[in-house]
């Protein structure tokens, strides 16, 4: 199920790596000192979440580059994810990027399209073969 309002504050590995969980926290959209909204971790909502497979939608403004250091991603010089062309595949084996986080801002039917094909390229990883388009 889908669930809104909250944030991923840590993947959590198995002994091999792999990732097993998700630790995440409910958020509530607050106005700071400056006016602005922003979220604010609303305590007593942490969850673990059992997880196998994590796609990260990271939207047109760019990928956050915290999150591409701590996972080693190499970036182009536009600071979007370097990723093989329609195979989706990045310097870290069992990561893909597709969409604006791979090749910037762009038409949302180029987005689709490559996570169609980033799709096809997960299950290909995963089971060695893939019958989807």
Not at 28 to 33: I, V
Not at 34 to 39: C, R, T, Y
Not at 77 to 90: L, M
Request: charged share 25%.
């Amino acid at each position: 199920p889908r669930a809104y309002l909250g944030t991923v504050k840590k993947f959590v590995a198995d002994e091999a790596g792999n990732v097993k969980e998700l630790a995440t926290v409910q958020v509530k959209w607050e106005k700071n000192a400056n006016g602005q909204f922003g979220p604010v971790e609303q305590s007593g909502t942490e969850r673990t979440q059992p997880a196998q497979l994590v796609l990260l939608a990271m939207g047109f403004l760019g990928p956050e580059q915290d999150a591409l250091k701590d996972f080693g991603l190499n970036v182009d010089a536009r600071s979007n994810i370097q990723a093989e062309h329609e195979r989706y595949v990045t310097n870290i084996k069992g990561i893909f990027a597709a969409g604006d986080c791979r090749r910037g801002q762009s038409l949302i039917v180029w987005a689709i399209n490559e996570g169609r094909g980033a799709a096809r390229e997960c299950d290909r990883y995963l089971m060695g073969a893939t019958d989807l388009p």
